[in-house]
């Protein structure tokens, strides 16, 4: 279990945010056998990176350049704005929103700002890393690997890997 002082340790800006997420993270992390040191500093650190310290659970950009992307399902007009990243690792188009919500039981296409309240951020970002390998990938302390298969590129690694780092020595 982790923390509210050990995610105050890894997010040191979060602080009014934490105790709105350590038992929503908590109960993800162990709904979705994120259940090991490796994998909790792994998961927390791209956590970390992805929603700016809890700040955003919701796209800053509009969406817009996701508009017909239909390689992420957005094929109806306004399923850019409508399906634009959303939860703590930002899941993003039409096809992962119908998928996210099928595995965690809400209808997230018919209510994508389902993502936004604390436990569905946490839950889709768990069952994300989950469904996308990084259990593995922590446990063959692959964090490059883990970060394309959350960012598609490497974009922020380095803050990424300052992140882990806080992690590792929160969770040692």
Avoid at 14 to 40: G, H
Avoid at 108 to 131: D, Q
Wanted: with cysteine; proline share 3%; hydrophobic share 40%.
């Amino acid at each position: 279990m982790i923390t509210i002082e050990q995610l105050n340790q890894i997010m040191p800006h979060a602080r009014s945010k934490v105790p709105v997420y350590a038992d929503a993270l908590n109960d993800a992390m162990d709904e979705f056998e994120i259940n090991t040191p490796t994998r909790q500093a792994m998961f927390l650190a791209q956590v970390a990176h992805e929603s700016a310290e809890f700040r955003y659970v919701e796209e800053i950009a509009s969406g817009a350049a996701y508009e017909g992307r239909a390689d992420i399902g957005n094929t109806e007009p306004g399923d850019g704005v409508r399906y634009k990243g959303r939860g703590l690792i930002q899941i993003t188009g039409r096809a992962n929103y119908a998928s996210c919500g099928s595995a965690l039981g809400i209808d997230c296409i018919a209510n994508p700002e389902l993502l936004e309240s604390p436990a569905n951020a946490t839950r889709s970002a768990a069952w994300f890393w989950k469904k996308h390998g990084c259990n593995e990938l922590a446990d063959a302390d692959n964090f490059r690997q883990i970060t394309l298969r959350i960012n598609g590129g490497l974009n922020g690694y380095t803050d990424r890997l300052a992140y882990l780092e806080l992690a590792k020595e929160a969770i040692a």
